[in-house]
């Protein structure tokens, strides 16, 4: 049974930081494209950056410079440190993986493409 499960969540002042952790089970983690996506109410669901097999990372431009995605495949561990928060970034943010047979190159993917889905954290960041 696969598993993602997230944790670091919580409500913050503007300027200060986060960190964010996801820990895969179930799947061949190694090979996996990872992604934090995260939905604002009544928002779509946005991609806000992704690190495939080979270690490539991407970021939305909207966190780029401010937000960095690390794993740790020893540990199945996927991390999202969020630096210098805006109230913009509050929202629900989701881990997701896109686990195939073959190692997964590309790191920015729709949603759709993605198979396994955390059930999402809260990030609430106050002016």
């Known amino acids: 049974q696969v598993q993602l499960l997230e944790s670091g969540g919580g409500s913050v002042k503007a300027g200060e930081s986060l960190r964010l952790s996801c820990i895969g089970s179930g799947y061949t983690y190694n090979r996996s494209c990872m992604a934090w996506f995260r939905q604002a109410p009544g928002k779509g669901r946005e991609e806000v950056g992704g690190?495939?097999?080979?270690?490539?990372?991407l970021y939305a431009a909207s966190v780029k410079g401010r937000f960095t995605i690390s794993r740790d495949n020893a540990k199945n561990t996927l991390t999202l440190q969020m630096n210098n928060l805006i109230p913009e970034d509050t929202a629900t943010y989701y881990c997701a993986a896109l686990s195939v047979r073959s190692l997964c190159y590309n790191p920015i993917r729709p949603p759709n493409e993605y198979n396994y889905w955390g059930q999402g954290t809260q990030v609430t960041v106050s002016s």
């Open positions: 690190i495939d097999s080979s270690g490539t990372r």
